[in-house]
């Protein structure tokens, strides 16, 4: 069975500065895809990033980035120069390429507040 | 990428009562899906609405409790039946415009009393 697991439920960070946050999943699988969303206070649920398990080169999108290290099974992400809009619930998921079902395995989430 | 929509947005309703969620997706896509979303919690899958077929359930979620309808390859319902106060939840529904990627509608907030 897939689980995702997101150790750290609050995080906060201070506008303008950097936060990482962590995720690592379990999975016998070779051939997956890797997502962070994001859920804001209007309960919205939106991509931010996406990984390809294949594809050694991290993610990026504009001010975020993942460090997905296939091996240990993580998958963070990094908020640069972090915007009082970035306050969000963060989730983390993971599906199997090879699944006909499409099913999408999220984490718990992690709360970030960007303080002013 | 796609552009999801669900009516009603939010609801209260009366225990005993049922509320019909629409989700209506601007392309058309092979896979959708509905979740439900417990205060502070994660997201569970309910089920996957299959166009032309029965909807597939996760374990847990019954179809005569939440009985899904897919007409055609950009819409979706679902019914939440004979509510209780814990069926309370926000309700989001998915499509899968690719195989693997996943875009979310603005989800329904239900509170049942």
């Known amino acids: 069975a897939q689980t995702v697991t997101q150790s750290q439920p609050e995080m906060s960070v201070q506008e303008a500065e950097t936060v990482t946050l962590s995720c690592t999943y379990d999975?016998?699988?070779?051939?997956?895809?890797l997502f962070w969303y994001k859920q804001p206070p209007s309960r919205q649920m939106i991509l931010v990033i996406r990984q390809e398990a294949y594809k050694q080169q991290n993610a990026t999108e504009n001010r975020f980035s993942v460090n997905f290290q296939k091996a240990a099974k993580s998958f963070s992400l990094k908020i640069s120069d972090s915007q009082l809009g970035d306050t969000a619930m963060y989730f983390c998921?993971?599906?199997?390429?090879?699944?006909?079902?499409?099913?999408?395995?999220f984490g718990r989430g992690t709360q970030l507040t960007v303080w002013p | 990428s796609a552009v999801i929509s669900q009516k009603p947005s939010r609801d209260i309703c009366q225990r005993g009562t049922s509320l019909t969620i629409q989700c209506q997706v601007d392309s058309q896509v092979t896979m959708m899906f509905w979740y439900r979303q417990q205060p502070g919690q994660s997201l569970t899958l309910i089920a996957t609405a299959n166009q032309g077929s029965e909807a597939t359930y996760e374990s847990g979620f019954v179809i005569d409790k939440f009985p899904i309808s897919r007409p055609n390859l950009t819409f979706s319902t679902l019914t939440v039946s004979n509510m209780s106060p814990e069926d309370s939840s926000i309700y989001l529904c998915?499509?899968?415009?690719?195989?693997?990627?996943?875009?979310f509608g603005p989800g329904t907030r239900l509170l049942v009393l």
């Open positions: 998921a993971f599906i199997d390429r090879g699944s006909t079902l499409g099913r999408l395995y």
């Open positions: 998915s499509a899968a415009v690719r195989q693997e990627t996943q875009y």
């Open positions: 999975t016998s699988e070779n051939n997956y895809y």
